[in-house]
């Protein structure tokens, strides 16, 4: 270990001994599981509030109307989490992944979709998160991702309440009108304007608008399930429940044909090619669906929208009367005083048009968050103004559940769907739980679940939960930094693996950590020595989530008795230099201890200057 290593951690080091002093608690009895063995998450409440204290005798499940017995069967609380010991305090700009945190039972997740919400909606969805949050349950463990072009995590997993009021004030300034979500207005001018083409088929043009809108359609739920199915293999990694909070505007199952609008044939006006605009999108949203149940995710969809009035005597619309119809237009030519009589020649008027559009769709995108919250095991919440409700009840619900673990009678995975059916006795309740999943072989890759992943990988993404297998505490700091000896010196060249191609300016910096040796396996050699191999990955991350550098090293340790001695009373020290770019940068470190797989994790955020 060089000198300016031991100048990083000279103040720290004896910090390790209160860590080993009081070992991380050992957590609620984990769930193992096999590769036949079936988890089911069943939320039971009755008129909206969590049911505690039934029984395992209360519960009866079934698998293709077959019931089957359970081998395990856990209640998990929010108010039953296990306290975890203090952390030991640290000196300014020192970092440790020691548990110090009291958890809820599950990990909540806010998803704000701002490619399938308006943007008035997506401002007032923020406001009402910021008022929960300052009132949120001490130890409510959540992250905060935003949907826009892509899917970005903009507060990692924290019970900092603040951090992440933070985070989502700051998402305000990144606020988006989606390029792909027609709104309501821009519908009405695109209809107005084919309507006023005298010299062009009215029926081509409209055909045109309700061929780009189902396009637009087509692209926004491709991309919206995509991040969907992305959020559920980075979830996947975490255990236990997760429940998906999707902030969402506009996500239909179906669009249905429009046969009310186009060319006028005798007395019917009929578009083109009324099917063409045709869509179902049940069967991609049934996949994702699956691949989250599997990994455990509920989702709980909610409307951005909230309480939502008919088009025609919404104040905000504008439509073109009929001939003779002047005096229905509201003052300025915005809005309708009333829902107008039948158009010319009998056909419906624009308003009207609109209204039955709008029930359709609504229909629609309701539907589709009622099936992804029966198929997930969560709840929908739509047709209410109270959002900041809607999450405080589905973090609570969702926070307090019965967990049932069963092997199948059915021996064999030929990849078919099993319906699943949950019963509880003793009064009349709500359940919540996930209604079946395809019976594929968990040793491979399919569409409905995830292949197996890198734990090391994930324990680097950025805003990953901290794990703790392997406790350590360290520090980054820049080369330049007064703590750094003068005389010392860096390493020759670029130091990570994307050095070589960053952009100016880079400055260097110094990563040390203590790893308590307990984490680690020790194997006796000759002369009573030990050796233990590490993995030990430094990875770089700026605010948009994309990664700028990395290091990555594989370390034998051979210790003998008095060096062995020395790293249980102050740990055992490790060394990395990587260039960081200037700016915000979050930097995630993560220890292996690569004979039984144990990771140790933490995020350090920086904010790199110039100079």
Known sequence: ??????????????????????????????????????????????????????????????????????????????????????????????????????????????????????????????????????????GTQMAVFTLASRLRMI???????????????????????????????????????????????????????????????????????????????????????????????????????????????SDVTVPLDSFSALRDYADEVHQTDDLLSNARVAVYPVDARGLMALASVDASRSFTPAPGMGSMMAPGGRGIRAAPPAGAGGGPSAAQTADRKFLQQTMAEHEAMQQIAEETGGHAYYDNNGLKDAVAQAVDNGSNYYTIGYVPDAKTWDGSFRKIEVRVGGAHYELEYRRGYYADDPRKETAHHAAATNPMLEALERGAPPLSEIVFIGRAVASDDPSVLKNAKLAPGPAGEMAATMRPPVKRYLVDCAVNPKGMTWVAEAGDRARAEVEFSVVAWDEEGRRVNFTDRALALDLTPEQAAHGIGSGVPLHQEIDLPAGAVYLRIAVRDISSGRIGSMEIPLKVGKG
Request: proline share 6%; net charge neutral.
């Open 155 to 265: 507060a990692g997993f924290t019970t900092d309440a603040g951090a992440l009021e933070a985070a989502i004030t700051k998402g305000k300034g990144r606020a988006q009108q989606s390029v792909l979500l027609e709104s309501p207005e821009d519908q009405d001018q695109m209809n107005d304007t084919a309507s006023s083409m005298s010299s062009v088929d009215e029926g081509a043009l409209q055909q045109f608008v309700a061929d780009l809108s189902s396009y637009q359609t087509d692209v926004r739920v491709r991309m919206a399930l995509d991040a969907m199915e992305e959020l559920g293999r980075y979830l996947s990694t975490i255990p236990g429940r997760k429940n998906l909070i999707w902030f969402s505007g506009s996500f239909p199952l179906v669009i249905t044909p429009d046969l009310g609008s186009g060319s006028k044939s």
């Open 1 to 138: 270990m060089t000198r300016r290593s031991i100048s990083l951690l000279c103040g720290v080091a004896l910090l390790l001994c209160a860590i080993h002093a009081q070992e991380p608690p050992g957590g609620r009895p984990a769930i193992r599981t096999t590769a036949n063995l079936v988890l089911e998450d069943i939320v039971v409440t009755q008129q909206g509030k969590p049911v505690r204290g039934l029984g395992a005798k209360q519960f009866h499940i079934f698998e293709n109307g077959k019931e089957q017995r359970f081998t395990i069967f856990e209640e998990r609380r929010a108010d039953a989490a296990p306290e975890t010991g203090k952390a030991p305090q640290l000196p300014p700009h020192v970092f440790s992944n020691y548990p110090r945190y009291t958890v809820s039972s599950a990990a909540n997740v806010l998803l704000l979709d701002a490619l399938n919400t308006p943007l008035s909606d997506q401002a007032r969805v923020r406001q009402q998160m910021i008022a929960y949050l300052r009132h949120i349950p001490p």
